[in-house]
Each structure stands twice: as C-alpha cells, then as structure tokens.
C-alpha cells in the first residue's frame, strides 16, 4: 500500500459568515469525511491570531483512499455550501510522510 497523504486546505473565511462557515464545514465537509474508509484525520482548526483564516487538516491512509474522498460528490457539495461564506478558492498542500513508507 502507498504511503499516507497529509493535506492542508486553508479556507479565508468573511467575517461575518465565521459562525456559518463552522457549522456548514464541520456538519457537510468533516463529519462525511471522517466517516469515509482511510481517513485517519480530519479536522477543522482556526488561526490563533487571524480568526478567519481556517485549516482543514486531513490525513488518508493512502493516494487511493484520498483519490476516492475527492470523487465523492459529498464533497463537491459540501465545497459548494461553503463558496458564498469564503473570500477565495481554498488553498490547498499535498504531504507525504518525510520517513517515506
């Protein structure tokens, strides 16, 4: 099996829109997702100093446990939900373990 896949997904968040963009992701996007085969992590967290910056921290057993999350139309939705209550497209990072395998 391939190694495990870390993203980071960074979301600028409208002020006013913070308390919806919480409910909307953690209720569309992170309990989905936890419930999909392979995935280890997925949390929502906050910037300490700049509290509409958000990160969406996911760990996936393997390329193809994140390929399958990615096709899943839970998520084409869930991203849709959250397009009006974001200032830009998410920002995206792929990471594999540094140790390799």
């Given at each position: 099996?391939?190694?495990?896949?870390?993203?980071v997904a960074t979301f600028e968040?409208?002020?006013d829109a913070v308390d919806a963009f919480v409910a909307t992701a953690e209720e569309q996007l992170v309990a989905p997702s936890r419930r999909e085969p392979g995935c280890e992590?997925?949390?929502?967290?906050?910037?300490h100093?700049?509290?509409?910056?958000?990160?969406?921290l996911e760990t996936?057993?393997?390329v193809i446990h994140l390929e399958t999350h990615l096709a899943q139309a839970t998520l084409g939705d869930?991203?849709?939900a959250l397009r009006p209550?974001?200032?830009a497209a998410p920002q995206i990072t792929r990471y594999v373990d540094a140790a390799g395998e």
């Open positions: 099996m391939s190694a495990r896949v870390h993203i968040v409208a002020e992590r997925y949390e929502l967290v906050r910037e100093a700049l509290p509409t910056r958000f990160a969406v996936w057993a393997s869930a991203l849709e209550l974001v200032l």
